[in-house]
Nanobody, 121 residues
Framework: QVQLVESGGGLVQAGGSLRLSCAAS????????WGWYRQAPGNERELVAR???????NYADSVKGRFTISRDNAKNTVQLQMNSLEPEDTAVYYC???????????????WGQGTQVTVSS
């Protein structure tokens, strides 16, 4: 029902910036929550940032003040602006959404394929 396509990952030096984008496509859905997660080798997947349809935002303590999540509802896209990147930010970043599907009472979760972010020291 919903597909997520991510872009913007890559290699950057410490102190640099990257902007990740994610586009949702499909039919018969509306987005309840946008989110970005990341997972480094050997680590658990962790929430980086999320934004609800009501405008509430949450950030992991490790990225507060450096990362910003934003959305374009008209285009069904979300972005993650990452500034002052550190080697510890190196991970695979995953876009995710919680959606309301028409005719269904519960929320459904979808994940992007992941995009690699590597920060060199």
């Amino acid at each position: 029902q919903v597909q997520l396509v991510e872009s913007g990952g890559g290699l950057v030096q410490a102190g640099g910036s990257l902007r990740l984008s994610c586009a949702a496509s499909g039919s018969d859905f509306s987005i309840n929550t946008w989110g970005w997660y990341r997972q480094a080798p050997g680590n658990e997947r962790e929430l980086v940032a999320r934004r609800t349809s009501g405008g509430n935002t949450n950030y992991a303590d490790s990225v507060k003040g450096r990362f910003t999540i934003s959305r374009d509802n008209a285009k069904n896209t979300v972005q993650l602006q990452m500034n002052s990147l550190e080697p510890e930010d190196t991970a695979v970043y995953y876009c995710y959404v919680l959606v309301n599907r028409q005719g269904r009472a519960t929320l459904f979760q979808y994940w992007g394929q992941g995009t690699q972010v590597t920060v060199s020291s």
